[in-house]
């Protein structure tokens, strides 16, 4: 089968690849039918996530049919049409049992920290991706939905991982209806994370960013206030003049680990690579946060540490709530909000490639070209 395979930073390229078997009972194998680049992904292309192997297959975000099915799978059958959670949840263990699917305890061997995901290197479990024609899925009982026949698979193909990670950020807010929020990043996560944050009873929701194009977009998707720090390099200044000197009720931390922040962060984070990425954006929204605020970090980091001003968050009396995404408990509410139009996740896809055409769309979404937000990958033969 063709799969987008890694070769070391930023050598992707779209070949050959054995084609994937059931390896326990309770697997399914899927044909692809769409799948996408998050910009997480990003962060494997760049060589930033150790143990990222040569050979490993990227893609957490895909739908698929059912192709071929493990003995003991009960809930699907060959045909089906699925959206797949990025997380790789058992549905047995502790933390399942208690919705928290992204760090089940079983489904990543390799570490206590997070569990299992398709595509996203040894530190993830070492599960392949769905930038591919086919694709295993573990578990097939617990994470994969089956899409609505009155919905398209590009309708749902978010649910595997933006819409409700961008949703999550948004309820760790506990937003009411008398706050303003603060979301920093216009990228795919942080689009959705505003237009969550209207849904929960945000009074006013403010957009971070630098890129024309997305400050742009979010304007018009979401009806948002926006801040370009290129305009506004003093971004925490900004936000107090228009908050009243008080700063943001929720700050929503949708950037992640790439951040671009002080020399010092970036010859530690993106250079020695002694800290885990470059937290600017995060401390923005520690300092920009009214006291008694709250901030929720949906953005991507890894170990050991960060420079992160904790000094302000105790001072100030934040909440703080992060994490990834438990994509699972929030696929039903979301499906409610797409088919009712109160969420049209496709109006992202700017781009319709050809999986052959991969590599290449790498290339153009990792220099924010092109007007690019997310792209719906085609494999061969799919619909």
């Known amino acids: 089968m063709l799969a987008l395979t890694y070769h070391g930073p930023k050598r992707v390229f779209v070949e050959e690849n054995p084609e994937p078997r059931i390896e326990h009972p309770n697997d399914v194998v899927l044909r692809v039918t769409r799948a996408t680049i998050c910009g997480s992904d990003l962060h494997l292309y760049n060589g930033y996530v150790p143990d990222t192997r040569v050979g490993t297959i990227f893609g957490h975000e895909f739908t698929g049919v059912v192709e071929e099915v493990g003995p003991s799978v009960a809930s699907l059958a060959r045909g089906d049409r699925v959206v797949v959670p990025f997380n790789i949840a058992c549905g047995a263990c502790f933390f399942c049992q208690r919705e928290r699917t992204s760090i089940c305890e079983n489904t990543n061997p390799l570490t206590k920290v997070v569990g299992g995901v398709f595509g996203y290197s040894h530190t993830t479990g070492g599960y392949q ?113 228009m908050t009243d000197g008080r700063g943001p009720d929720v700050c929503i931390e949708a950037v992640g680990l790439e951040a ?58 934040l909440t703080i709530k992060a994490g990834q995404c438990d994509v699972k408990r929030y696929m039903p509410r979301l499906v409610e909000h797409i088919r009712e139009g109160r969420i049209d996740p496709k109006a992202l896809i700017t781009h319709h490639v050809p999986l052959e055409e ?18 719906a990958l085609i494999p061969p033969g799919a619909k």
């Open 129 to 241: 991706g769905g930038q591919a024609e086919l694709v295993r899925v573990p578990f097939a009982d617990v994470g994969p939905m089956k899409i609505p026949d009155d919905l398209s698979d590009e309708d749902v193909l978010f649910l595997s991982d933006i819409l409700p990670t961008g949703y999550q950020a948004a309820e760790m807010g506990d937003i009411t209806p008398e706050d303003t929020v603060a979301v920093f990043g216009c990228g795919p996560v942080g689009l959705f994370a505003q237009r969550c944050a209207w849904l929960m009873g945000a009074k006013r929701v403010i957009a971070i960013d630098s890129i024309d194009y997305r400050l742009a977009f979010a304007q018009k998707y979401n009806r948002v206030e926006i801040v370009d720090f290129k305009e506004h390099p003093d971004v925490v200044s900004r936000l107090l003049e």
């Open 260 to 317: 671009k922040g002080s020399l010092l962060h970036g010859v530690l984070g993106k250079m020695l690579r002694v800290q885990a990425g470059s937290p600017i954006a995060l401390n923005w929204s520690i300092q920009a946060a009214r006291r008694g605020g709250r901030v929720s970090i949906i953005g991507v980091y890894g170990p050991p540490w960060n420079l992160v001003d904790m000094g302000s968050a105790m001072n100030k009396g």
């Open 358 to 375: 991969t590599a290449e769309m790498y290339r153009i979404f990792n220099a924010r070209a092109d007007g690019v937000l997310k792209v």
